[in-house]
């Protein structure tokens, strides 16, 4: 080893050369020090939320990274247990347990703990069993990392029951119902007979509402004479189903207006207005797609339409656009040739981001199939749909402006219903304050309803709805 006379370098005794050799002894001593792992900081919670309804409860936990969570379920009795690992027991993970509501459906109550180190378990006590979804979304619009937890029943409710619940009326065109009620009126009753009550069959097929009971007389000793086929075909009109479709839900907001008026709080409370005028029609029924403040993925909304066998799907919004002074109604329909103008297709692609931002589990589904289903949608499809969006501006207009005085058509993935005419009514625009207000009040929310049930009326009045395959006999 060759020692370095320091007296001859000026620079050895100098400051700068004293300070130079110091920062190379300390570089020197952490090249050889070990590597300690650093501990994995717990993620920090930034909000919990709960969505229960009839048909699931959602659990959210919104966070600032992302996490990876295990889960099982036992019976007996029913219990969902969720690991979250990165995770510690906080104040904000415990007011989880304060937002579970007494009248969830499938949530009893909440417990939260430390499991283990940098492991919290959840134990939600169940009502009844479920077929839990567990997964994560990244981040999206105002949303950071979000912990989804999605409780569905394991035997899901038949959308059906929903309009079937509902009693059923005299002059539902079911072919035995009326040849059972012809058969009733041509029969003379025998003296002192009474009625006989016939229960009627069970539907024989999907979304067919079940005939009444008709009463009859008790038969006659005497063989009674073959009731006469009328001649001339029966002029009753059948039962017409509307799908309502409320847009956004849960998670997703949608737009905002000023005076922070939700688009799914005031599409929703329109489209039960609807509803309950379409109910009081004889021969006309509704369904929801979504009842209350839950998220129904797009492709979803479409199944459950085709599932009750609609006549008609009309979907229910508010627009928004980035300028406040932009307002009045628009009807758009589907399009296959791409949109009909730059606020049609921007409108389009922000509606088709709903999954985003509701939040959609890809893997709880085929996506090929859900892909199939959207391409299917018809030439004839979309021109009644145009048909139905005119009737709608024609009553529209009578209570607000028109922003566009035609049906406008973009590519919008929840009007792709293949056999079913299909609009989206922007009702008005929340962006604008005076129609955020008009939206607010309870008699313009009635006037929008009142004026679309007569454009379906006045649709049907020139489209009369053609009868389904299984009502034939």
Same mark, same amino acid.
């Given at each position: 080893?060759?020692?370095?006379?320091?007296?001859?370098?000026?620079?050895?005794?100098?400051?700068?050369?004293?300070?130079?050799?110091?920062?190379?002894?300390?570089?020197?001593?952490?090249?050889?020090?070990?590597?300690?792992?650093?501990?994995?900081?717990?993620?920090?919670?930034?909000?919990?939320?709960?969505?229960?309804?009839?048909?699931?409860?959602?659990?959210?936990?919104?966070?600032?990274?992302?996490?990876?969570?295990?889960?099982?379920?036992?019976?007996?009795?029913?219990?969902?247990?969720?690991?979250?690992?990165?995770?510690?027991?906080?104040?904000?993970?415990?007011?989880?347990?304060?937002?579970?509501?007494?009248?969830?459906?499938?949530?009893?109550?909440?417990?939260?703990?430390?499991?283990?180190?940098?492991?919290?378990?959840?134990?939600?006590?169940?009502?009844?069993?479920?077929?839990?979804?567990?997964?994560?979304?990244?981040?999206?619009?105002?949303?950071?990392?979000?912990?989804?937890?999605?409780?569905?029943?394991?035997?899901?409710?038949?959308?059906?029951?929903?309009?079937?619940?509902?009693?059923? $009326? +005299?002059?539902?065109?079911? !072919?035995?119902? &009326? #040849?059972?009620?012809?058969?009733?009126?041509?029969? @003379? /009753? %025998?003296?002192?007979?009474?009625?006989?009550?016939?229960?009627?069959?069970?539907? $024989? +097929?999907?979304?067919?509402? !079940?005939?009444? &009971? #008709?009463?009859?007389?008790?038969?006659?000793?005497? @063989? /009674? %004479?073959?009731?006469?086929?009328?001649?001339?075909?029966?002029?009753?009109?059948?039962?017409?189903?509307?799908?309502?479709?409320?847009?956004?839900?849960?998670?997703?907001?949608?737009?905002?207006?000023?005076?922070?008026?939700?688009?799914?709080?005031?599409?929703?409370?329109?489209?039960?207005?609807?509803?309950?005028?379409?109910?009081?029609?004889?021969?006309?029924?509704?369904?929801?797609?979504?009842?209350?403040?839950?998220?129904?993925?797009?492709?979803?909304?479409?199944?459950?339409?085709?599932?009750?066998?609609?006549?008609?799907?009309?979907?229910?919004?508010?627009?928004?656009?980035?300028?406040?002074?932009?307002?009045?109604?628009?009807?758009?329909?589907?399009?296959?040739?791409?949109?009909?103008s730059t606020q049609a297709r921007w409108l389009a692609d922000k509606e088709n981001a709903a999954d985003l931002i509701g939040g959609v589990n890809l893997g709880s589904h085929n996506r090929q199939v859900a892909k199939v289903l959207l391409d299917l949608s018809t030439t004839a499809q979309i021109n009644d749909s145009l048909r139905l969006g005119s009737a709608f501006l024609?009553?529209?207009?009578?209570?607000?402006?028109?922003?566009?005085?035609?049906?406008?058509?973009?590519?919008?993935?929840?009007?792709?219903?293949?056999?079913?005419?299909?609009?989206?009514?922007?009702?008005?625009?929340?962006?604008?304050?005076?129609?955020?207000?008009?939206?607010?009040?309870?008699?313009?929310?009635?006037?929008?309803?009142?004026?679309?049930?007569?454009?379906?009326?006045?649709?049907?009045?020139?489209?009369?709805?053609?009868?389904?395959?299984?009502?034939?006999?």
């Amino acid at each position: 080893m060759v020692e370095r006379d320091c007296s001859s370098d000026p620079d050895a005794l100098s400051p700068n050369g004293a300070r130079r050799r110091r920062l190379i002894s300390v570089a020197t001593t952490l090249l050889v020090l070990p590597v300690i792992p650093r501990l994995a900081q717990a993620a920090t919670i930034l909000a919990v939320r709960t969505w229960p309804a009839d048909e699931y409860t959602r659990v959210t936990l919104e966070l600032d990274s992302e996490l990876k969570a295990e889960h099982f379920t036992l019976e007996n009795p029913h219990r969902l247990v969720v690991d979250i690992e990165g995770l510690q027991a906080t104040t904000a993970l415990n007011q989880l347990i304060s937002k579970v509501r007494h009248d969830d459906p499938y949530i009893r109550s909440l417990r939260v703990a430390q499991n283990r180190p940098n492991v919290v378990r959840l134990v939600f006590d169940l009502k009844q069993s479920v077929a839990p979804q567990v997964f994560t979304l990244k981040p999206v619009a105002d949303y950071q990392y979000r912990l989804v937890l999605d409780l569905y029943p394991k035997v899901a409710r038949d959308p059906l029951m929903a309009i079937l619940e509902r009693p059923a $009326q +005299a002059d539902v065109d079911d !072919p035995l119902a &009326r #040849i059972l009620e012809d058969i009733s009126r041509s029969t @003379p /009753a %025998p003296s002192g007979s009474g009625p006989a009550q016939i229960p009627a069959p069970a539907p $024989q +097929a999907e979304g067919q509402e !079940p005939p009444t &009971r #008709i009463a009859l007389p008790k038969p006659s000793p005497a @063989p /009674a %004479p073959a009731p006469s086929i009328p001649s001339t075909p029966s002029r009753r009109k059948r039962m017409v189903t509307i799908a309502l479709d409320p847009g956004h839900g849960g998670e997703d907001p949608g737009a905002i207006g000023g005076s922070g008026l939700r688009e799914k709080d005031v599409v929703l409370r329109i489209a039960r207005r609807l509803k309950e005028l379409i109910d009081d029609q004889p021969n006309m029924r509704a369904y929801l797609t979504r009842d209350d403040d839950y998220f129904v993925p797009l492709h979803v909304r479409v199944q459950k339409a085709r599932r009750v066998r609609a006549d008609l799907f009309i979907s229910i919004h508010a627009d928004a656009w980035i300028k406040p002074s932009a307002n009045g109604s628009s009807v758009f329909a589907l399009s296959q040739r791409g949109a009909t103008s730059t606020q049609a297709r921007w409108l389009a692609d922000k509606e088709n981001a709903a999954d985003l931002i509701g939040g959609v589990n890809l893997g709880s589904h085929n996506r090929q199939v859900a892909k199939v289903l959207l391409d299917l949608s018809t030439t004839a499809q979309i021109n009644d749909s145009l048909r139905l969006g005119s009737a709608f501006l024609d009553e529209i207009k009578k209570i607000n402006r028109l922003h566009k005085r035609q049906v406008e058509q973009a590519g919008f993935a929840v009007l792709k219903a293949p056999d079913i005419p299909s609009i989206l009514v922007e009702t008005a625009f929340i962006s604008n304050p005076k129609e955020e207000q008009l939206l607010r009040s309870s008699s313009h929310q009635q006037k929008l309803a009142l004026a679309m049930l007569t454009g379906i009326q006045q649709y049907f009045v020139a489209n009369p709805p053609l009868a389904h395959i299984a009502d034939a006999s």
